[in-house]
């Protein structure tokens, strides 16, 4: 575009200067010039006849002045929008100035032109004159191409892949390409996409100035392939046999091939290996009964081929396991409670899971919960299945568990356990039947089968009404103070002695184990006495014998009154916490024989010849541990040498446990005082003891008598097994702390019918007239039994007045 000055500069050139007083002279440089250089333009004036010259320089499109270039005295007036540079000289003399300017492109060098037009005072004016064009100088300099980046290297075929270059230029970059794609400038950074080609390709880039020089670089390069959606085809499977046995190898041969190639073949998810050519084979294992064998052939790209063409059968040669209900004769009583155990036993194999269902006659028992379930699985990781009970059909479902952690077990064991009650109008037989039975066994491989021919032995209930037959009733030889007293009974029962200086039997010593040999031995007995006794056992079901009576004489005491010595007492720790067990060991002699060591009350054992040895339960405090040792003259020697501190524990302190009466009945009704003190260095928070074993609440409440000591009364349910129970004392403190492990022992016994004291299922016989009438003068202890009329009095002249009209047949008890 030409501005109205630089036409008005040429007019005046054409018309010639309004005067001649004086001129003004223009001087470029005389070397060539290359884009964007800086370059200085002088100016010189002379015969001017005022001082003051104003010139106005037009500079060419592309080029502009260099600010504070002027080195005339006055700031010269540059208008970028028309690029016209104002300088005012002075002076009438020959003066000369210069400013600078940046050159344009070469192509604006080429076609630049400088004008400019002078005016003086008043009328002096007219075009500078000199030098108006300039010569460019040849751009030789290639381009340098910085780097080249591909977001991608290995991309499928027909993908865009984004270039990324950085070039520069002595004069300019004008133009990158990429495999003759133009990129986008943003600086010296150049931009854009190429499609990628399959196959392995160098990207090829170019930068070009505008002197059409031009840089190559070919350092990168990428990978293009063309997916492959071709599967491979399987030509044939062979297996080496049809007809095998469970747990044996068979051996599959795969035909596979594909238009790449095959990578990986397997049959029933084992790899098979390459055998040359297109032929892969392996071995699996074969499982149990019919089964397809599948086959898959895969290549890189995951395309998968599958055949399941081929198939053999696998039979079973093992033993066996088995499922069974123990004992397969369980001997109940009307009423009564028990428990059958369903067990499975492997019969050496390893076996995975066991699952069945049990079937039962209604009307005769009544399911009331199952324990134990998935017992023989116990240390592994198992499912259990949820158990669904029916007393209504008869019934209980889904009884089963099984191992999910990979493993195995190959021992018999319990896969639960069946409570049951024996309805009270019940009689005869029942049977109990597993049905739908599955026991999961793994082969060698860890394949989990179902065996076909699985064992199930059923059980059958019979209503017990027959006592236990006792026989080789006999005595051990006697010391001056103990006897063992031993028995047989032909069916598991119990053990009572019942014996006394005279056939009324003062005293009884009882054991609940439910056993088939029988021994119990009698101790603080009198030397030189004959003593009279019956052996009575009592069945699970209540059904009872007792034996003719016998009698032993203890072995007379001799004239020995020298004492035992005491030559040492050890304890294992003197530093404890209270409640902790300490280890007393003791060295004791006697001229016949040390019969009995003590300490703090608990009789220690014999050990070796003259060591016994045995624990006591520590108490707070620095205290002394008091030993006698005896002989069976009854000679006694005390020891009060040794001693322990006992500090406070970090939770409560229980000590004490005991039980009053410690035995009663599963009757529901007889009670047992349960004791125990606590005590601590912060309050007491709650003191609870579990009587869920005896059929009561998991936390009972014991409540404090004062003293420390905390106390419940407690029964028996209808139905707890007879046995010695430790039932289990949680004490804690309001600090948090708390102490389990303290527990008091209470045996129950057998229920037995309201007046049969002597427990022969006889109620009101002999025996227990005579019991009654001892009990009420005080020979022998009275207990709840005694309490005939429910007033609380044991064996008061009411009861006893019962007993004797039960005896008569008067009433019915």
Known sequence: MVSALLVLVIALATAGTASAAGSLVRDLPGIPV????????????????????????????GFGYVDGSYTGSTTPDYDPSTNTLIVALGGSGELSVTYDVTAGSAEQIESAVFAGIYKGFPLDYGIVTGDSTLVLEEDTVLPTIISVELNETEVTTGDPILVTVNATDNVGVVGVTAEGESLDQDGDIWAGVIIAEEGTHTVHVCAMDAADNAAWDNSTSYIATTPDEVSPVIHSVELNETEATA????????????????????????????QGGNIWDGCIM??????????????????????????????????????????????????GTAAINITVDPNTNAIQGAQTDLVFDPNFITVDGLSNVGEIFEGHTTFETVYLIDNVNGVVSNIGSAIIDGTNVTSAGV???????????????????????????ALDGGIPVRPPDLVVNNGTLIMDTTSPVITNVANGTPTADSVTITWDTDEESDSLVKYGESSTYTDTEYDAEMVTSHSITLTALNPGTIYYFVVNSTDACGNSDESDEHSFMTAEVSGDTESPVINSVEL????????????????????????????????????????????????LGINFVNVSARDAAGNVTWDNSTSYNATMPEGPLVTNPEANPTSIAADGVQESRLNVTVVAESDIDSVVINLSEIGGPEAQVMECLGDDVYSAVVTAAVGTTPETYCLPVNASDVDGNYNDGVCIELTIEAAYAKGDLDHNGQVADAVDVAMMLQASVGDITATSEYDLDGNDQNADAVDVAMMLQASVGDITL
């Open 572 to 619: 294992n720790e003197t530093e404890v916490t209270a409640g902790d067990p300490i280890l007393v060991t003791v060295n004791a002699t006697d001229d016949i024989g040390v019969v009995g060591v003590t300490a703090e009350d608990e009789e220690l054992t014999q050990i070796a010849d003259d060591i016994w040895a045995g624990t006591i339960i520590t108490e």
């Open 415 to 441: 896969l639960a356990t069946v409570t049951i009650t024996v309805n009270g109008s019940a009689t005869g037989d029942s049977t109990l039947e597993l049905v739908n039975t599955e026991v999961t066994a």
């Open 34 to 61: 290359s884009p964007g250089e800086e370059i200085t333009v002088g100016l010189t004036q002379n015969g001017f006849m005022f001082d003051v010259v104003v010139v106005t320089e037009v500079l060419p499109d």
């Open 286 to 335: 074969a499982g149990l009964g019919e089964n397809i064998v599948h086959v898959c052939a895969r290549d890189a790209a995951d395309n998968a081929a599958w055949d399941n063409s081929t198939s053999y059968n696998g039979t079973w040669d093992r033993p066996n396991p088995s499922i069974s209900i123990t004992p397969d004769l369980k001997y109940v009583s009307a009423g």
């Open 247 to 274: 747990g044996d190898m068979i051996l599959v041969t795969a035909n596979a091939t594909d238009n790449v190639g095959v990578t990986g073949v397997n049959a029933e998810g084992v790899e098979l290996t390459p």
